[in-house]
């Protein structure tokens, strides 16, 4: 079985994989990573060659957003009146 992982930072994950060994060869070997088609531009032009998914074999025209999309889907759920921190007068002083 292979296993594509796309990541905003892909591409440090699999160094770190590698690195601190989380796997031996024989099971990292069945995964591949690759980067988010928004946050690939963002990167090295050596990233983005090595790690692109449309550059990629098994990912296809994926980009990889699919969550963003969701959320930006599922936001006018999010009450327009939602408080967000903390304001002065629900402040609690510590000192008295």
């Not at 060869?25 to 690939?40: D, E, P």
């Not at 025209?61 to 963003?68: F, K, Q, T």
């Not at 889907?73 to 903390?86: A, E, F, N, Y």
């Amino acid at each position: 079985m292979l296993v594509g992982l796309l990541y905003d930072i892909g591409c440090r994950l699999e160094c770190s994989w590698h690195k601190f060994k989380f796997f031996d060869n024989s099971i990292l070997s069945r995964f591949h990573f690759a980067i988010l088609v928004f946050h690939a531009y963002g990167h090295q032009w050596p990233c983005q060659v090595v790690y692109h998914p449309w550059k990629r074999k098994g990912f296809g025209l994926l980009d990889g957003e699919g969550c963003e999309r969701l959320w930006s889907t599922l936001k006018p759920l999010i009450g327009p009146l939602r408080v967000s921190g903390v304001s002065g007068s629900h402040h609690v002083g510590l000192l008295g």
